[in-house]
């Protein structure tokens, strides 16, 4: 992302250079000089001058800032800078550069000159660029006081919790981590977790890039309740502190009652989740929160044949995420590619969620198990499917 936008601020700055400024630029042709209008495109306004098409110049803005003095417009919108220069500060809308007025708007600011070299990462109101430098997290740069592979006892409260955790043998504090949770299914233990890999994803950790971790439940028959978010909360927060973790690229993961606990995870830890990957999941049968309507990266892996938590179950948790991960809701509407029933699985993408929050959806036959396999293979896809969706990050 950092590279994307390098390379926009380099085209919009020659962009920058010449007088006038119109959509058209951008696609070869000049601006036009005067104001007749004899084709409008998805593009823009086109006039024809000296036997040429040009592009309308792009309206003024509705307020006036420095920038305009420049020829440029105002930033309508955005407060995100992405170039500061002597003139003031840049920000790009409708890929060209607006100007942002901050309370020294008059510009010369020459204290800032080490940004004009180096473009800031964009920022937003809410969650990350994709490919964003790491946050690291209060616990860089301590010594590593949990052991690299096996468990631990975490106290919260009254309670006790063992924890499952596994951490690259060639650790090094000063590095951020991505963080995993394994999250186990009713009946399973977070040892069978680590035993299986967490969901088979460690085995893919070949840069040794990744923490694992997968808490114990509450031990009762139904292992996640209302009082495992704060247990979570909590763990995080010590694990953030103990090691050193990429705060922005933290996952969790799961099986049926756990895949249920990650997708409740994913309605109000968004801020300090990044995905979730949810394997065999419902919207409901569990001790639920509120949704906060904010978006987060989703997966989730659906069998056909599933009748504990059946398609339309799964189906319907999917959809009250993408209802959130685009504008108005609208990539509800948009239809997913499904695996043909009996033949390989389908992993999809969806195309009109706000990339940053990725969604993907795969399905193929099969019952109430996570590690669905195409036919005539040992090895179950879903590991590598997820694998490819946390990396997106
Ligand atoms: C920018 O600041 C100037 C001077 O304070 C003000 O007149 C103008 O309305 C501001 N424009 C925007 C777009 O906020
Ligand atoms: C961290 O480990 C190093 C090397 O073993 C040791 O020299 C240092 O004292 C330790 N620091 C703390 C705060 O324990």
Redesign the pocket.
């Known amino acids: 992302m950092k590279f994307a936008v390098v390379l926009t601020a380099i085209a919009a700055v020659a962009a920058k250079a010449s007088a006038a400024s119109c959509f058209s630029q951008k696609l070869g042709y000049p601006c036009c000089n005067g104001n007749i209008v004899v084709y409008t495109d998805s593009d823009g306004k086109w006039g024809v001058e000296n036997g040429q098409w040009c592009g309308m110049p792009n309206g003024q803005?509705a307020?006036?800032?420095w920038a305009n003095a420049l020829n440029y417009p105002?930033c309508k919108t955005t407060t995100e800078v992405v170039l500061t220069d002597n003139d003031g500060k840049w920000g790009i809308e409708n890929n060209e550069w607006c100007g942002i007025?901050s309370s020294s708007?008059s510009g010369n600011n020459n204290n800032n000159n080490q940004q004009q070299q180096q473009p800031q990462e964009p920022t937003y109101s809410f969650g990350y660029a994709l490919k964003n430098t790491p946050v690291p997290s209060s616990g860089c740069g301590k010594n590593l006081s949990l052991p690299k592979t096996g468990s631990f006892e975490f106290k919260w409260g009254n309670n006790k919790r063992t924890v499952r955790i596994d951490i690259p043998d060639n650790y090094d504090k000063s590095k951020p981590y991505r963080l995993v949770f394994g999250m186990h299914c009713m009946g399973g233990w977070a040892g069978g977790v680590q035993q299986e890999g967490y969901y088979g994803l460690k085995p893919l950790d070949t840069g040794k890039t990744t923490i694992f971790v997968a808490p114990e439940g509450n031990g009762q028959q139904l292992p996640w309740g209302e009082a495992d978010y704060y247990m979570f909360d909590e763990l995080l927060a010590k694990l953030k502190g103990d090691l050193c973790i990429d705060e922005s690229r933290v996952f969790s993961t799961g099986f049926s009652y756990g895949s249920m606990f990650s997708n409740g995870l994913s309605w109000n830890h968004q801020k300090v989740l990044r995905g979730v990957a949810v394997y065999e999941t419902a919207e409901r049968n569990i001790w639920l929160p509120k949704h906060t309507g904010e978006p987060i990266g989703w997966m989730g892996v659906l069998g056909f044949d599933d009748g504990l938590c059946t398609p339309e179950m799964g189906r319907h948790a999917r959809d009250i995420i993408l209802e959130h991960n685009s504008e108005n809701g609208a990539a509800v509407k948009e239809r997913a590619e499904e695996a043909t029933p009996g033949g390989p699985h389908k992993c999809y993408d969806y195309k009109t969620v706000d990339q940053r929050f990725p969604v993907r959806w795969c399905t193929q036959s099969g019952g109430h198990l996570w590690d669905h396999k195409d036919p005539g293979q040992y090895q179950s896809w879903v590991p590598q499917a997820t694998w490819e969706f946390i990396n997106k990050f």
């Open positions: 803005a307020t006036s800032c105002c007025n708007s």
